[in-house]
């Protein structure tokens, strides 16, 4: 293949589409769909209370309901009455029960690998001339994205990777994931002083290494949890997979009173390492890093109290039904037969079509109103009246959101999402230095970012946080956290946070990156 004619030099180079130049009024329905069905079992209890209270002060003839001596409406028994405050009770009593169950982040912990796993991009590049497998194109190529993918000298990669020759076995992806999984869990549990087996709930999410017993069956028999645990295993749904294991526990704690949920993100490197010359393929290896993250949820009120976040909205979008969405990352073997990950060149287009789907559907949930009215007006004004010299409005999602956790999946894409977002340095922020420190950890970067936004005293009480990713699929999906209390220094410093030891060094300069 040409290098000149590269999908991967393509997609670092295209940029996302313009978002609101794809707008369809359909998905902003449905975000306001999702918005008004919220309150109403509240509403009806309101109006109820109001009718009933009503009912139950007057006899209904009181000088309000009376036209001079002509009564507006007839008395009503003091049997009706009771029976009215007797239906009151019994609505109030199901919705009590049937109302939607508050979740809240008691913690979470980030994984932080050995000082001996720690690569630089000079080891990265000898490694991959050393290896035997690459073409002189190719190493030249994998040498220009290491230069300017925004990882810095001190992400991981696992042992059965880097050693020489590669060990790239089963043994070796073993030991890999259960480093990752027990290492973050560990770190939980001491955070939280939680015993294993009063989870009732979990969650574990790998793409690309799925063996048998599953990775789940692993936590369970390491931390010997309960025999009625309800646990579940995501495999191939890519980087997103983090924010779709959230939405599946918070409806698992929907539907499980007084439980416990834990979430383990993360991906597995060492069987997933390309060594071709097919340039759709190397991408991974030159931006993919070792990490994960577990957290633990709650549906329990006891736990507010110590918790630090609580889920206000998670939204989920899928293109999959699309047959360019679907195909644009591909695991499949190349002409030699070497296994990877394929990424096609209409990436970047398949991202931003499906963020735009998410971003339009989450806007009447978190956007204020007058920021609603004003994308409203002009997304109507081009759309039904097609009236193309109106200016599209971007909403200001500043004004939704104190944090932003932005999918730290390579330079280009957050450059983009900046741009498209309208966003500062400042809110990029987060993003930037976990692809600069941690690398592309798939679907546990979202958490080494919040670690930072915490170790860096930003977080206070009330603030509002949204986390995005996208994966395979192709899909994109959304996470909105409310902070229940603002974290002190003491706190950030006394816990595992992965920030804590290389925090002087932080953020880094642009020039740097």
């Known amino acids: 293949m040409d290098f000149k004619d590269s999908s991967i030099v393509i997609k670092i180079r295209r940029r996302l589409p313009d978002f609101l130049q794809s707008v369809k009024l359909k998905y902003v329905r449905l975000g306001y769909r999702y918005a008004s069905l919220a309150p109403l079992p509240l509403l009806l209890s309101a109006v109820a209370l109001l009718l009933v209270a009503a009912a139950a002060a007057t006899r209904w003839s009181a000088p309000l309901l009376h036209f001079g001596s002509t009564p507006l409406l007839p008395e009503i028994s003091l049997g009706l009455r009771l029976a009215g405050i007797a239906v009151f009770i019994l609505l109030l009593t199901v919705y009590y029960f049937k109302r939607p169950r508050p979740v809240y982040l008691v913690d979470f912990a980030c994984y932080k690998p050995d000082d001996e796993l720690k690569i630089t991009k000079d080891m990265f590049l000898d490694?991959?001339?050393?290896?035997?497998?690459?073409?002189?194109?190719?190493?030249?190529?994998?040498?220009?994205?290491?230069?300017?993918?925004g990882l810095g000298e001190e992400t991981y990669l696992?042992?059965?990777?880097?050693?020489?020759?590669?060990?790239?076995?089963?043994?070796?992806?073993?030991?890999?994931?259960?480093?990752?999984?027990?290492?973050?869990?560990?770190?939980?549990?001491?955070?939280?002083?939680?015993d294993?087996?009063?989870?009732?709930?979990?969650?574990?999410?790998?793409?690309?290494?799925?063996?048998?017993?599953?990775?789940?069956?692993?936590?369970v028999n390491h931390y010997k949890m309960r025999e009625d645990i309800k646990s579940f295993n995501l495999?191939?749904?890519?980087?997103?997979?983090?924010?779709?294991?959230?939405?599946?526990?918070?409806?698992?704690?929907?539907?499980?009173?007084?439980?416990?949920?834990?979430?383990?993100s993360m991906e597995n490197i060492t069987?997933?390492?390309?060594?071709?010359?097919?340039?759709?393929?190397?991408?991974?290896?030159?931006?993919?890093?070792?990490?994960?993250?577990?957290?633990?949820?709650?549906?329990?009120?006891?736990?507010?109290?110590?918790?630090?976040?609580?889920?206000?909205?998670?939204?989920?979008?899928?293109?999959?039904?699309?047959?360019?969405?679907y195909n644009c990352v591909y695991q499949r073997e190349d002409s030699s037969g070497q296994l990877g990950v394929s990424l096609a060149r209409e990436l970047m287009a398949v991202a931003g079509e499906a963020l735009t789907t998410n971003?339009?559907?989450?806007?009447?949930?978190?956007?204020?109103?007058?920021?609603?009215?004003?994308?409203?007006?002009?997304?109507?004004?081009?759309?039904?009246?097609?009236i193309k010299t109106v200016k599209p409005y971007v909403p200001d999602f500043k004004k939704a959101f104190e944090h932003f956790c932005i999918h730290a999946g390579g330079r280009a894409v957050l450059d983009e999402l900046q741009k498209n977002l309208t966003l500062k340095e400042w809110h990029m922020e987060p993003s930037r230095?976990?692809?600069h420190r941690f690398g592309n950890t798939s679907s546990s970067s979202l958490w080494y970012e919040l670690a930072y936004t915490e170790a860096m005293g930003r977080v206070s009480r009330s603030?509002?946080?949204?986390?995005?990713?996208?994966?395979?699929?192709?899909?994109?999906?959304?996470?909105?956290?409310r902070a229940l209390r603002t974290l002190s220094q003491e706190e950030i410093d006394g816990t595992c946070n992965p920030w804590v030891h290389c925090l002087d060094r932080y953020p880094v300069k642009a020039a740097a990156l």
Request: proline share 5%.
């Open 127 to 149: 490694m991959t001339e050393s290896s035997g497998g690459f073409s002189e194109e190719t190493i030249q190529f994998q040498e220009k994205i290491a230069r300017r993918s």
């Open 158 to 194: 696992p042992r059965g990777i880097i050693s020489r020759p590669p060990n790239l076995s089963m043994e070796e992806a073993r030991i890999e994931a259960e480093n990752v999984m027990f290492g973050s869990i560990d770190a939980l549990l001491k955070k939280t002083k939680v």
């Open 196 to 219: 294993p087996r009063d989870i009732g709930i979990l969650v574990v999410n790998c793409s690309l290494f799925n063996p048998t017993p599953s990775l789940a069956s692993v936590i």
């Open 235 to 264: 495999g191939g749904m890519g980087c997103s997979a983090g924010l779709i294991s959230i939405d599946l526990a918070r409806n698992l704690l929907q539907a499980n009173p007084n439980s416990l949920a834990l979430v383990v």
């Open 271 to 325: 069987l997933n390492w390309y060594f071709g010359n097919d340039r759709s393929m190397l991408l991974p290896n030159c931006i993919f890093r070792m990490g994960g993250a577990a957290s633990l949820l709650s549906n329990r009120r006891s736990d507010k109290s110590r918790s630090k976040y609580r889920l206000l909205h998670t939204v989920r979008t899928h293109k999959g039904m699309d047959d360019k969405s």
């Open 359 to 386: 971003i339009t559907t989450l806007g009447p949930l978190v956007l204020p109103l007058a920021e609603q009215g004003k994308f409203l007006m002009t997304l109507v004004a081009r759309k039904v009246f097609k």
């Open 433 to 435: 230095m976990t692809l």
């Open 463 to 481: 603030d509002r946080v949204w986390q995005i990713a996208f994966g395979s699929g192709f899909k994109c999906n959304s996470a909105v956290w």
